[in-house]
């Protein structure tokens, strides 16, 4: 799990431009909108793309993002359960 | 008829690694090897501490940087500045990458963050966001920087009362070649805005 967590920030910067963002300023449970790493509407989309991509995993309601996209801990638990690549 | 005299009150460009304001070379940068390299160091540069500049496209980058040359020394911008912006390749650029991500049907996966820049005007919603700008805009796509146009257009903004200044000017990218000038106008300054003066100093 805690290597699927370390994928997922790398994802993350690389994939949502984050440049000024590196792997250890991410905490597992920080959250990624709003407050924490402020991403935005178009980057819950670009998650949403990144599921499918990467993890085979189509959400059937993007409004599920907002609970699976809550922190990184969350994201990896989610995609752990219900990856099928 | 047009009888307000309205002047170009600063004046910028970014071309072949340089930048220049009012003339005067601000900027090189012979090291990048592409224009994302040389983008980022002018961010640096400039000092920039605005995270959504990395998302944004390349064509939206050099729009922005160039406004923030541009606006570099004033103190603060009219909410009603206007911004009048065109080029010749619109958003061709990045409509290349989406096309790329949509071409293939087994391999099918858009991504919203190229999709949004798909049209030339986002450059202006970027630039009204950072300057709190609550304006009129408009984007013209034109085979060269049409100078009798753009700034008789500017000028009816402002003699019409829909914009205290008006940031007009050019902002053109294809395949890594770009060519931008931008110049704001206002009702002060030296230099008069006429066709000519703006062509002069875009041609610089």
Known sequence: MAELREELKEKLIEQLSLEDVEVSEIGDDDPLFGDGLGLDSIDALELIVLLEKDYGIKLKDPKEGKAIFESIGVMADYISKHRTK | ?204
Not at chain 2, 106 to 128: Q, R, W
């Open chain 2, 1 to 204: 008829m047009i009888k307000e005299k309205y002047y170009i009150s600063d004046f910028c460009s970014i071309r072949d690694k340089k930048i220049f304001k009012n003339g005067d070379q601000l900027h090189i940068d012979l090291e990048s090897d592409n224009l994302k390299d040389f983008a980022k160091g002018v961010y640096k540069f400039l000092e920039l501490k605005y995270p959504k500049f990395h998302k944004m496209d390349e064509l939206c980058k050099l729009g922005f940087l160039a406004s923030e040359v541009l606006l570099k020394d004033r103190e603060k911008v009219d909410r009603d500045t206007a911004l009048v912006l065109s080029n010749r390749s619109s958003s061709l650029d990045t409509d290349r990458k989406h096309q790329i991500s949509i071409q293939d049907r087994e391999d099918f996966y858009p991504s919203p963050a190229v999709f949004v820049y798909t049209l030339p005007n986002i450059i202006m919603g970027e630039i009204s966001i950072k300057n709190n700008l609550k304006s009129e805009n408009a984007f013209f796509v034109t085979e060269n920087f049409d100078t009798d146009f753009m700034s008789n257009y500017s000028k009816i903004l402002m003699n019409t009362g829909k914009a205290s200044n008006v940031i007009c000017g050019w902002v053109d990218l294809d395949n890594d070649k770009y060519d931008v000038f931008l110049a704001f106008l206002s009702k002060k300054g030296e230099k008069e805005l006429t066709k000519e003066e703006l062509n002069n100093l875009y041609n610089q």
